[in-house]
C-alpha cells in the first residue's frame, strides 16, 4: 500500500496483513465462531500481560476505560498521580465525574516515584491510585514495579494504571506486580487502527465493583456486567468484529515473534533513537526513565520544529510535535507496535539531512 509512515505515538504504522485481516465478513456476535474468536483474543491478550485474570474487550478508545475504572472502583477517594498530558487527563474525568480526588503532580518529564504514593497513600483517605504507566506526552516511563509495591502495603487501595502507550511495547506483569486495572487503546504498540481497547482487571478489583452502585457506574462501561459476558465468549454490546479480527491477527504475529523478543525490539529501536538525537536535541526525559516506546526530544538544535515536522512529512514520515505545553518546544518520535529497526534508521537519515538543511537556514 502507497501511504505515508506512522512515526507518531499514536495511531501507529498498521500491517497491510493486519488490515486485511479486519476486512473479514460479520459473523453473529452471539454465536459459537464469535465465541471462539473472544476466548482465542483474551488467552492471547494474557500472555502479553503476565496473568490469569479477566480480560476485558471494549468498543471504545481507552479514554472511555480511564472513565470506566475510577467510576467502577472509587468509593471513597482517588490519588490521581500526574506527570504529563494523559496523566492529568485521567485527574480531570475523576473530577468531572464527580467523584472526591485529589491529584500529586511532578514536573512534566520527571516520573511519579514511589515515596510520593506512600506519602499519599499514608494518609489513609484513598482508595484508588489511578497512574500513567508510559506518559506519552513527554517520553517517561513510570517504574510501575515499586509502585505497585508501595501501594500493595495498603490492602484496599486499588491501583488502575494507563498502559495506552506501554501495552505490548513494554514488559508488564500483571500478577506479579499485583495490579488491578491495566487498559490500553489498540492503536498504539498494539499496532491496530484506532476504534477499540483491551482491559485487564483482578478478582479483587470486579469484587469492589459489584458493590458499586449502579448509577455511578452506568450501563456501557459497568466492569463486572463485561466481565460477566466475558465469562461465556461474549461482550454485553455488539463488538467491533474488525477489530477482534486484527487482535486475532496481531496477537498471532506477537505470540509468533514472543513477547520477550517484542520488548527487546522496541528496547533497541528507543536505544537507537536517544542515541541519535541525544546530542543534537537533547531528551525531555529524566535520565533513567525515558521510554522505550516514544522518545521525547528538546530543540537544542534551534531549529524550526514545525519545519522539520513538515518537511519529514513531505517525504512520507509522519512525525509528532510536543503535546499540549510542550508544543513548539518538543518533538515525539514513536517506535512501537510494528516498527523494525530498519524503519527506524530510514527515518533518521531523511531527519538528519532536513535537520542539516534547516541549520544552514538559520
Ligand atoms: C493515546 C493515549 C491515551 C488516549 O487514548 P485514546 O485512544 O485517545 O482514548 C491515554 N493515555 C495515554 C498514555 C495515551 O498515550
Not at 537544542?300 to 512525525?319: M, P, S, T, V, Y
Request: glycine share 8%; net charge neutral.
Amino acid at each position: 500500500m502507497n501511504t505515508k509512515k506512522l512515526f507518531i505515538p499514536g495511531p501507529t504504522h498498521v500491517l497491510d496483513e493486519t488490515l486485511r485481516a479486519m476486512a473479514q465478513y460479520p459473523i453473529g456476535h452471539r454465536g459459537q465462531a464469535y465465541k471462539d474468536l473472544h476466548f482465542e483474543v483474551v488467552a492471547g491478550i494474557q500472555k502479553v500481560l503476565f496473568t490469569k485474570q479477566s480480560i476485558l474487550l471494549s468498543t471504545s478508545s481507552a479514554t472511555g476505560l480511564m472513565e470506566a475504572s475510577v467510576r467502577n472502583l472509587v468509593q471513597k477517594r482517588a490519588a490521581n498521580f500526574t506527570c504529563g498530558a494523559f496523566s492529568e487527563r485521567w485527574a480531570e474525568i475523576t473530577e468531572i465525574c464527580g467523584l472526591p480526588q485529589d491529584t500529586f503532580s511532578v514536573a512534566w518529564g520527571k516520573p511519579n516515584q514511589p515515596e510520593q504514593v506512600r506519602e499519599a497513600l499514608a494518609t489513609g483517605k484513598y482508595d484508588v491510585v489511578t497512574i500513567v504507566h508510559n506518559e506519552t506526552s513527554t517520553g517517561v516511563t513510570n517504574p510501575i514495579a515499586e509502585i505497585a509495591k508501595v501501594v500493595n502495603e495498603f490492602p484496599h487501595v486499588m491501583l488502575c494504571v494507563d498502559s495506552v502507550s506501554g501495552m505490548a511495547g513494554l514488559p508488564f506483569y500483571f500478577d506479579e506486580w499485583g495490579v488491578d486495572v491495566v487498559f490500553a487503546s489498540v492503536q498504539k504498540a498494539w499496532a491496530l487502527p484506532p476504534g477499540f481497547a483491551v482491559m485487564a482487571i483482578s478478582d479483587r478489583a470486579l469484587r469492589r465493583a459489584e458493590s458499586t452502585i449502579s448509577s455511578q457506574k452506568g450501563f456501557y462501561f459497568d466492569l463486572p456486567l463485561m466481565a460477566k459476558s466475558g465469562a461465556k465468549g461474549q461482550t454485553p454490546i455488539t463488538p467491533s468484529l474488525p477489530h477482534m479480527f486484527g487482535l486475532q491477527s496481531q496477537l498471532k504475529r506477537i505470540l509468533a515473534e514472543t513477547v520477550e523478543n517484542r520488548f527487546e525490539r522496541h528496547r533497541q529501536m528507543a536505544h537507537r533513537s536517544r542515541e541519535w538525537g541525544r546530542e543534537k536535541f537533547g531528551l525531555f526525559a529524566e535520565s533513567g526513565y525515558e521510554s522505550n516506546t516514544v522518545t521525547c526530544f528538546n530543540n537544542n538544535a534551534g531549529i524550526d520544529l514545525g519545519k522539520l515536522i513538515q518537511d519529514a512529512g513531505n517525504q512520507g514520515f509522519i512525525i509528532s510535535g510536543g503535546y499540549g505545553e510542550l508544543k513548539g518546544k518538543t518533538f515525539r518520535i514513536g517506535h512501537m507496535g510494528e516498527h523494525q529497526m530498519a524503519d527506524i534508521e530510514e527515518l533518521l537519515i531523511v531527519l538528519d539531512a532536513i535537520t542539516n538543511a534547516l541549520r544552514d537556514d538559520r
